[in-house]
């Protein structure tokens, strides 16, 4: 295959470059997936893409060809939609709070079905936590698919998932900078439709590409301002959290503006450790759940089917919310 057509095209720089067709993009995506496009060619690539910046059409036939080549899991029928956490940027300052967003709708009888890196080279990554939660990672679809039905919570590195978008994550380490794939992680449904994707957007102008690639997509998701990229609301500020399905956008909350009242009582440091053990005092109900988290797990609730409609998703978390105080900002 020839890869200096799609050079040529994407490498002239932000003025000369040109957009990629959604079945070229697909076409070349593919190819780097499979590990077929070589190290010189691999590098241009990226570096075009990252300088001209991706389209639609092009994130959409990336995200295809990425589809066909993650392995797939099973949304059990009669059950709720299970959501899908892309755990990828890791705590730096502030805790990360990924793992209890999981548990939470784990009691509620939701599927949670976590991915991301094993190692945080030097941040606290949610594979972190949940080791200190003992919650050890499944290696294989097989397993994370065991842990599904059996526990309702899994844990899967995405090198069991998709090892050809682990190694163009990996490819940072060599680049210095990020590529494509780190966007199409956190957009990532091997429920092959069936599941919710928590899309958390790493910066503003990444929230209007990925709204319209999702929308394009069919399926259901939340989109919203990440925590330091993880996919849980700021639990100091809600953030604006918007929910695609069949195509549309509704907004479920408006980000909050105003000045703080009350700080929530948060982790004191970001570390495993403290973090987890923060955690199972949130879930144990000695400390409160912050109010922005509540109202995630809300859009959360509606968004899996667990509540018929948004207003009943919102009362379940304020007034049953499986024994957990909620603190009000």
């Known amino acids: 295959m020839n890869f200096a057509p799609f050079i040529k095209e994407i ?9 990629l067709s959604r079945e070229d993009a697909a076409q070349l995506y593919a190819a780097m997936l499979d590990g077929g496009v070589p190290d010189l060619e691999l590098g241009a690539i990226l ?10 059409d092009e994130m959409g036939g990336f995200l295809a060809a990425t589809h066909e080549r993650t392995n797939a899991l099973e949304a059990r029928h009669g059950r709720f939609r299970p959501v899908i956490l892309p755990s990828y940027n890791g705590a730096r300052k502030e805790a990360n709070l990924t793992p ?16 991301g890196p094993l190692e945080g080279f030097g941040r606290v990554t949610s594979g972190h936590i949940f080791r200190e939660l003992g919650i050890m990672p499944s290696a294989s679809a097989t397993q994370a698919q065991a842990a599904l039905d059996e526990r309702g919570l899994a844990f899967m590195p995405i090198g069991g998932l998709c090892p050809g978008l682990a190694n163009l994550l990996a490819l940072r380490g060599r680049l210095g900078v ?3 794939a780190h966007s199409l992680v956190k957009m990532l449904d091997p429920f092959r439709g069936e599941g919710v994707v928590m899309a958390p957007a790493t910066h503003p102008a990444f929230l209007d590409l990925m709204r319209q690639v999702l929308a394009e997509g069919g399926g259901r998701a939340l989109l919203f301002r990440g925590t330091e ?28 503006r105003d000045s703080l009242k009350a700080l929530p009582s948060l982790p004191e440091a970001a570390d495993a450790a403290t973090t987890a053990n923060w955690t199972r005092r949130v879930l144990d109900n000695h400390l ?13 609730l509606y968004a899996s089917g667990y509540a018929d409609d948004f207003n009943q998703a919102k009362a379940i978390v304020a007034v049953e919310g499986n024994g957990l105080a909620v603190a009000t900002a």
């Open 11 to 19: 490498g002239r720089g932000a003025e000369g470059s040109r957009d």
């Open 178 to 180: 990020r590529n494509s």
């Open 229 to 256: 990229g993880e996919p849980f609301a700021n639990p100091k500020r809600r953030p604006r959290l918007d929910y695609i399905h069949d195509g549309t956008c509704d907004t479920l909350f408006e980000a909050e």
């Open 47 to 56: 570096i075009g893409l990252r300088v001209k910046g991706e389209s639609a």
């Open 100 to 115: 209890l967003l999981a548990l939470l709708l784990k009691r509620f009888g939701v599927p949670v079905l976590v991915h």
């Open 288 to 300: 409160p759940l912050p109010q922005p988290i509540a109202n995630q797990l809300a859009c959360c």
